[in-house]
């Protein structure tokens, strides 16, 4: 019995090992922290697509006392091994999402509004895989709105950090 859960533990570090070796991995997900639309925190999934590309699919959303939002953005990237399990990226992608201002001015009056959004998206960034499941990443990503400029400027630079766990 002792002989079977060395060997498990032997073939699961080896596993391990093996993963964290080949730097991208198949899945990670994690929270993604930006600031641009006043969004924070978004949680952030990757999946790996071929050996140096992947899709990278975040959603956003914010909930504050007159004003509420919720951004999706997909974006498809390309990959590239920097060294010592550094990784660089870029990609391009879209996203929409939906916000709702609800604001009582006084006196019984109401101003509310709300609408949807759509823009295109660009990403660059630099990413450290570590040897255990675990991946850092500093982005940047411009994102163009092409429809609905009530709710954002018509240019949005995110600049952003995070964390992922991988599997």
């Known amino acids: 019995m002792r002989k ?3 060997i498990g533990i032997v073939a699961l570090t080896g596993v391990l090992s ?10 990670a997900i994690g929270l993604r922290f930006g600031h641009n639309d006043g969004m924070g925190a978004e949680v952030s999934y990757q999946r790996l697509l071929s050996d140096d590309n992947r899709l990278e699919i975040d959603l956003g959303w914010r909930n504050a006392n007159h ?3 919720i951004k999706a953005t997909g974006v498809y990237q390309w990959v590239w091994n ?12 879209a996203g929409l999402g ?25 990403q660059i960034g630099v990413e450290y895989n570590f040897d255990f499941p675990l991946q850092v990443f500093a982005d940047f990503r411009p994102e163009l709105y092409l429809i609905n400029n ?11 950090v995070g964390a992922r766990f991988k599997f």
């Open 98 to 122: 939906s916000w709702s201002y609800d604001y009582y001015v006084g006196n019984g009056n109401r101003y509310k509004e709300n609408d949807l959004f759509l823009f295109a998206a660009g």
């Open 4 to 6: 079977l859960i060395l």
């Open 150 to 160: 009530d709710y954002h400027d018509s240019f949005g630079p995110d600049f952003a």
């Open 67 to 69: 004003y509420d939002a």
């Open 18 to 27: 093996a993963q964290a070796q080949e730097g991208i991995s198949k899945n």
């Open 82 to 93: 920097i060294e010592g399990g550094f990784h660089w990226y870029a990609g391009v992608g």
